[in-house]
């Protein structure tokens, strides 16, 4: 059994890194940000070919029948009541 988890947990990890360039990836790769947690990736359609960012995208990677995480639920829902907001920290 954990065997099997590992494995899993690696074909995971690889898939997460691959993600981008398979096809209906959610946008351009050149737009995502790997991140790794608590999200795979965050997007700025557009940025890559210098257009307007019209959205961004926070992108979840799973394979096979994983599931959300109760944290990863958590901020799919923040983001989905817009509790969301743009933070400017000045040093």
């Known amino acids: 059994d954990a065997l099997k988890r590992s ?4 074909g995971g990890q690889a898939g ?3 993600a981008p360039f398979l096809p209906h990836f959610p946008c351009n790769p050149a737009d995502a940000r790997f991140v790794g947690k608590p ?3 965050i997007a700025f359609p557009g940025a890559a070919a210098d257009d307007d960012i019209a959205e961004i995208l926070l992108i979840e990677v799973k394979t096979g029948n994983a599931q959300l995480s109760a944290r990863e639920r958590q901020i799919k ?3 989905e009541e817009g509790r969301v907001r743009y933070v400017e ?3």
């Open 89 to 91: 920290y000045r040093i």
């Open 39 to 41: 999200v795979d990736f």
């Open 7 to 10: 494995r899993a947990v690696l």
């Open 77 to 79: 829902c923040a983001v």
């Open 16 to 18: 997460e890194q691959v």
